[in-house]
């Protein structure tokens, strides 16, 4: 062979090979990605919208042949509980999205629910053609029919993988897995007649169905009321059980109890309308039938509720059959149940389904959670297995019955912090934030408090975190409260000598009737009384530790901090008043930072200019800066359009954001105009 030929026949051998490698690994179904995302309901698109916008790659796996297939059967009754507020007086989105339950987050501003949907509580069906619209008008790289039954983990010496397998034995390798299954195995409770119940998932959604039939119902959740009421005008009686009473979402606060549009049963049986609703652990009751020989059809197929102390053998068989003195009639005179029932039908939740991960890639049970849903750090990644992420309501166990992380409304938010981290950790890039001087932080607050969607939604779970720095503070957004220790390492950024600031949406921890009188606090000085939604904000010298966070008072979000704030409850929500809300915000801030944060107006500025060595630090950063605002609308009007001067030289330079703009301009005349602040 001529020497020429050589390194073109050596480039054809490796031509080849790589050839025959790819069509290998097509025959075999061998697929790999930086990402796999797990599910392609709301959360798992939410995520599949964060890796597209920043151009990772990344494959969603789908096993059914549309989005959201859970909303396709669930709820049963077709009405879903999530807000749908399309007409709330504002024009601005992120403040229209408190009120927005369904919507995803995107950078389309008409992306959005209302576009299949105007009705307050919309309709399930309406819920999958969104989620289609979003993944059609975003080009999400969605996979569907791709059923995966195993996944395993495999530690390689300088890093771990997730290996997928489908139906068809193709293995889907990904460096970071990310779980968005959702919810859908239906929750069971072991007990004698177990058997002899119907499920929530199958049962008959026609109430012809139960004409004149009595009905027990287990679980007192939304899936139970939801079907309580849809057979309130045909079930001769329909009953309750559960372990706890019922919780009401305006009770507790939390969007995961009964809510008021299903809550009509409760009428019934306080107004004595032949409905109730017992307490009692399930798995101590049993369900049976009579044997009595020479009975009706009929009445054989009635169903008993008994207890399994009054079995014959509680802890042997799983017999169905009792006779008439293993009944609780016979043992207890007043028994509330004594009576037969048609049906008992179970409506207890669902759980995660953890049968598909080998032992080697399976996040432990949530205790908290009597083993639903897998255990989770505080930001969301497996407990045990580094590099597996739970997404949507799997990754609720770190709010559970707290907050609104089980939830669209609130896992649209956790979503982009987990995301966040994701880009940190892998990509070098850092938790975004906004760089503003500190007679800007005034302001900025303000505007967070008054606007921002995902505090408000994830209370006491998600917070902002401002880090001091002289004169100057980086705004990070929405970062987990309980990852405060590692918040350097998740977000990138340093906390330096100055401390930083922590500010949080809380509800007050007193138990009161939420709808008697008093119950709303307005006086600012019993700030801290507040019982309604509200910001708190927290100063730390330093970072908490880990032990702090463990050690924590009870009902707290975060440890003691050296000061604390609170902002007193608004009924409008939008802490804007000078005196109780702005005035206390501002003294509490000069506190920590130690330097005098009053506004000024422009005339005052130029007077204190010529009259002081040092003028007021805003007028530094405002009129010297020829920013200043005019006291009279007339000056204002005569005042031409400046543009942005260099920072000053202890600022990081392109880093600083611009004035906070038109809110600015009214949040410094409220305070100028209503506390007289001039010199």
């Given at each position: 062979?001529?020497?020429?030929?050589?390194?073109?026949?050596?480039?054809?051998?490796?031509?080849?090979?790589?050839?025959?490698?790819?069509?290998?690994?097509?025959?075999?179904?061998?697929?790999?990605?930086?990402?796999c995302?797990?599910?392609?309901?709301?959360?798992?698109?939410?995520?599949?919208?964060?890796?597209?916008?920043?151009?990772r790659?990344?494959?969603?796996?789908?096993?059914?042949?549309?989005?959201?297939?859970?909303?396709?059967?669930?709820?049963?009754?077709?009405?879903?509980?999530?807000?749908?507020?399309?007409?709330?007086?504002?024009?601005?989105?992120?403040?229209?999205?408190?009120?927005?339950?369904?919507?995803?987050?995107?950078?389309?501003?008409?992306?959005?629910?209302?576009?299949?949907?105007?009705?307050?509580?919309?309709?399930?069906?309406?819920?999958?053609?969104?989620?289609?619209?979003?993944?059609?008008?975003?080009?999400?790289?969605?996979?569907?029919?791709?059923?995966?039954?195993?996944?395993?983990?495999?530690?390689?010496?300088?890093?771990?993988?997730?290996?997928l397998?489908?139906?068809?034995?193709?293995?889907y390798?990904?460096?970071?897995?990310?779980?968005?299954?959702?919810?859908?195995?239906?929750?069971?409770?072991?007990?004698?007649?177990?058997?002899?119940?119907?499920?929530?998932?199958?049962i008959?959604?026609?109430?012809?169905?139960?004409?004149?039939?009595?009905?027990?119902?287990?679980?007192?959740?939304?899936?139970?009321?939801?079907?309580?009421?849809?057979?309130?005008?045909?079930?001769?009686?329909?009953?309750?059980?559960?372990?706890?009473?019922?919780?009401?979402?305006?009770?507790?606060?939390?969007?995961?109890?009964?809510?008021?549009?299903?809550?009509?049963?409760?009428?019934?049986?306080?107004?004595?309308?032949l409905?109730?609703?017992?307490?009692?652990?399930?798995?101590?009751?049993a369900?049976?039938?009579r044997?009595?020989?020479?009975?009706?059809?009929?009445?054989?197929?009635?169903?008993?509720?008994?207890?399994?102390?009054?079995?014959?053998?509680?802890?042997?068989?799983?017999?169905?059959?009792?006779?008439?003195?293993?009944?609780?009639?016979?043992?207890?005179?007043n028994?509330?149940?004594?009576?037969?029932?048609?049906?008992?039908?179970?409506?207890?939740?669902?759980?995660?389904?953890?049968?598909?991960?080998?032992?080697?890639?399976?996040?432990?049970?949530?205790?908290?959670?009597?083993?639903?849903?897998?255990?989770?750090?505080?930001?969301?990644?497996?407990?045990?297995?580094?590099?597996?992420?739970?997404?949507?309501?799997?990754?609720?166990?770190?709010?559970?019955?707290?907050?609104?992380?089980?939830?669209?409304?609130?896992?649209?938010?956790?979503?982009?912090?987990?995301?966040?981290?994701?880009?940190?950790?892998?990509?070098?890039?850092?938790?975004?934030?906004?760089?503003?001087?500190?007679?800007?932080?005034?302001?900025?607050?303000?505007?967070?408090?008054?606007?921002?969607?995902?505090?408000?939604?994830?209370?006491?779970?998600?917070?902002?975190?401002?880090?001091?720095?002289?004169?100057?503070v980086?705004?990070?957004?929405?970062?987990?409260?309980?990852?405060?220790?590692?918040?350097?390492?998740?977000?990138?950024?340093?906390?330096?000598?100055?401390?930083?600031?922590?500010?949080?949406?809380?509800?007050?921890?007193?138990?009161?009737?939420?709808?008697?009188?008093?119950?709303?606090?307005?006086?600012?000085?019993?700030?801290?009384?507040?019982?309604?939604?509200?910001?708190?904000?927290?100063?730390?010298?330093?970072?908490?530790?880990?032990?702090?966070?463990?050690?924590?008072?009870?009902?707290?979000?975060?440890?003691?901090?050296k000061?604390?704030?609170h902002?007193?409850?608004?009924?409008?929500?939008?802490?804007?008043?000078?005196?109780?809300?702005?005035?206390?915000?501002?003294?509490?801030?000069?506190?920590?930072?130690?330097?005098?944060?009053r506004?000024?107006?422009?005339?005052?500025?130029?007077?204190?200019?010529?009259t002081?060595?040092?003028?007021?630090?805003?007028?530094?950063?405002?009129?010297?800066?020829?920013?200043?605002?005019?006291?009279?609308?007339?000056?204002?009007?005569?005042?031409?359009?400046?543009?942005?001067?260099?920072?000053?030289?202890?600022?990081?330079?392109?880093?600083?954001?611009?004035?906070?703009?038109?809110?600015?301009?009214?949040?410094?005349?409220?305070?100028?105009?209503?506390?007289?602040?001039?010199?």
């Amino acid at each position: 062979m001529e020497p020429g030929l050589l390194p073109s026949v050596i480039l054809l051998i490796l031509a080849d090979l790589v050839t025959s490698s790819h069509a290998h690994q097509r025959r075999n179904g061998s697929h790999q990605h930086d990402y796999c995302v797990l599910g392609a309901g709301p959360a798992g698109l939410q995520m599949g919208h964060f890796l597209s916008r920043s151009k990772r790659d990344y494959i969603i796996l789908e096993r059914n042949s549309g989005p959201g297939s859970f909303f396709d059967k669930y709820p049963r009754h077709r009405k879903l509980i999530s807000i749908n507020k399309i007409h709330t007086g504002r024009h601005n989105p992120e403040f229209n999205l408190r009120h927005d339950w369904n919507s995803l987050l995107s950078d389309r501003a008409d992306l959005l629910f209302q576009r299949v949907s105007e009705e307050f509580y919309p309709p399930a069906d309406a819920y999958p053609r969104y989620l289609s619209m979003f993944v059609r008008e975003l080009g999400l790289k969605v996979r569907y029919g791709v059923d995966v039954g195993r996944i395993r983990a495999v530690q390689a010496a300088a890093n771990r993988s997730y290996v997928l397998t489908d139906q068809h034995a193709a293995d889907y390798r990904c460096r970071v897995l990310l779980v968005a299954t959702g919810l859908w195995v239906p929750h069971q409770v072991q007990f004698v007649g177990a058997d002899l119940v119907e499920g929530y998932e199958s049962i008959s959604t026609n109430p012809d169905d139960y004409k004149n039939q009595a009905v027990l119902i287990l679980g007192k959740g939304n899936s139970a009321f939801e079907t309580a009421q849809s057979i309130l005008g045909s079930a001769s009686v329909v009953h309750m059980a559960s372990r706890s009473p019922v919780r009401l979402a305006w009770q507790t606060h939390y969007v995961g109890d009964l809510r008021a549009l299903n809550n009509e049963f409760i009428d019934t049986y306080q107004l004595k309308s032949l409905n109730g609703m017992v307490e009692t652990r399930l798995e101590s009751i049993a369900i049976a039938r009579r044997k009595d020989s020479g009975r009706s059809r009929r009445r054989q197929n009635k169903l008993y509720v008994t207890l399994q102390k009054f079995l014959d053998d509680p802890g042997g068989s799983n017999s169905s059959d009792v006779s008439p003195d293993q009944l609780p009639g016979y043992h207890i005179d007043n028994f509330s149940m004594r009576k037969p029932y048609d049906r008992v039908i179970r409506c207890l939740g669902f759980r995660f389904n953890f049968s598909i991960f080998d032992r080697s890639a399976c996040p432990p049970n949530s205790p908290n959670t009597r083993g639903r849903l897998p255990q989770v750090t505080p930001w969301w990644e497996g407990q045990d297995t580094p590099g597996l992420f739970v997404l949507g309501t799997a990754a609720h166990s770190r709010d559970y019955r707290k907050s609104a992380g089980g939830f669209i409304h609130g896992f649209r938010y956790t979503v982009r912090a987990v995301h966040r981290v994701l880009e940190r950790r892998h990509h070098g890039v850092p938790w975004p934030a906004t760089r503003l001087t500190i007679t800007q932080l005034h302001s900025w607050i303000l505007k967070r408090v008054g606007e921002a969607s995902g505090p408000y939604q994830m209370f006491e779970v998600l917070g902002d975190i401002i880090l001091l720095r002289g004169t100057r503070v980086a705004y990070v957004e929405e970062f987990p409260l309980q990852a405060l220790p590692q918040f350097s390492s998740l977000s990138g950024h340093e906390v330096s000598s100055h401390g930083l600031i922590v500010l949080v949406m809380q509800y007050g921890k007193k138990k009161i009737d939420f709808l008697g009188s008093g119950r709303a606090v307005t006086d600012w000085t019993k700030a801290w009384k507040s019982n309604f939604l509200h910001p708190v904000l927290y100063f730390y010298d330093t970072l908490p530790t880990e032990k702090e966070m463990k050690l924590r008072p009870h009902g707290w979000p975060l440890p003691r901090p050296k000061a604390v704030h609170h902002m007193v409850e608004d009924f409008l929500t939008e802490w804007d008043r000078p005196v109780s809300h702005v005035q206390p915000l501002r003294r509490f801030l000069e506190r920590c930072v130690q330097r005098d944060l009053r506004d000024f107006y422009a005339e005052t500025c130029f007077r204190l200019a010529l009259t002081r060595l040092s003028p007021p630090l805003s007028c530094r950063h405002g009129y010297l800066q020829q920013r200043g605002l005019p006291r009279h609308s007339d000056m204002l009007r005569r005042v031409p359009s400046i543009p942005q001067t260099p920072a000053e030289d202890d600022m990081t330079g392109s880093d600083i954001g611009a004035e906070p703009s038109s809110y600015r301009i009214q949040a410094e005349a409220s305070v100028t105009a209503g506390l007289k602040l001039e010199l």
